[in-house]
C-alpha cells in the first residue's frame, strides 16, 4: 500500500512538472493575448461587425498614428489607388474623404470610439486563400506596453478573426503553421514588431 502512494505521488509530480514545462514553452504573450481577447470578447465581436459594415461599403483599415490615441488615421483602398489620411497631417481632409466614400458616420464612431476604448492601435482586413475561393479575416492590434514599458516593449499583439468557413473547408491550411496562435474557435494571435 505504501508502494502505491509512492507511485501516485511520482505521477502527480510528474504531471505537475509536466504542467510547469507546458506554461514555460507556451509562446510568449499568449496569456496576454487570451486575457485581452476574453476580457473584451463582446466588445470586439461588435467593433468587428461595425468594421464588416464599413469594410463592404469601401475597404478601408483604420486606427491612430500615436500612442496617446489622438490622432485618427484612415487607409482606404480601391482598385487603382491607396489613400492614407491622418488627421494630424491633414485634419480638413478627412472628413472630405470620409464624406467622398459614403462611409456611415456613426459606425465610424463607434468603431474608433471602441479602439480608443481597447486601446488597440490599428484595425484592418485581409484575405486568406482556399483552394476555391478567398475568405475574410479581420484583426485588431494593440500594444505590449498596455502591461508594459513603453520604452523597453515594442512589441504587439495582433488579434485575428478568421472566417469559420476558411477553417471548415481547409482544414489543412492550419493558421498555426503560419505562425498563428490559438485563442479559441476562429479566434487567433500573433506578435509582431509592428502594428499594422
Known amino acids: 500500500m505504501k508502494n502505491s502512494n509512492n507511485n501516485f505521488g511520482v505521477i502527480l509530480l510528474g504531471c505537475f512538472c509536466s504542467m510547469l514545462l507546458f506554461s514555460a ?17 463582446k466588445s470586439i ?30 487607409e482606404i483602398k480601391t482598385d487603382t489607388q491607396r489613400y492614407v489620411l491622418s488627421t494630424e497631417q491633414s485634419s480638413y ?18 468603431v474608433y470610439d ?8 490599428w484595425m484592418g482586413a485581409d484575405k486568406a486563400y482556399g483552394k476555391e475561393k478567398s475568405y475574410n479575416t479581420y484583426f485588431l492590434s494593440f500594444g505590449s506596453v498596455i502591461d508594459g514599458n513603453p520604452f523597453l516593449d515594442r512589441k504587439y499583439f495582433n488579434v485575428v478573426w478568421i472566417d469559420p ?12 503553421r503560419k505562425g498563428f496562435y490559438k485563442i479559441k474557435n476562429n479566434v487567433y494571435y500573433a506578435i509582431m514588431d509592428h502594428y499594422r
Not at 514553452?25 to 470578447?41: D, H, I, M, T, V
Not at 483599415?61 to 485618427?72: A, H
Open 25 to 41: 514553452c507556451a509562446p510568449k504573450g499568449a496569456k496576454k493575448s487570451q486575457r485581452f481577447y476574453l476580457k473584451n470578447e
Open 45 to 74: 465581436a461588435k467593433t468587428f461587425q461595425l468594421y464588416a459594415d464599413l469594410y463592404h461599403t469601401q475597404p478601408l483599415s483604420l486606427g491612430f498614428n500615436d500612442r496617446s490615441f489622438k490622432y485618427p488615421a484612415l
Open 93 to 110: 481632409i478627412f472628413p472630405l474623404a470620409v464624406e467622398a466614400f459614403k462611409y456611415d458616420t456613426i459606425k465610424l464612431r463607434q
Open 114 to 121: 471602441s479602439l480608443r476604448s481597447l486601446r488597440c492601435f
Open 165 to 176: 468557413m476558411f477553417l471548415k473547408e481547409n482544414p489543412e491550411m492550419d493558421p498555426s
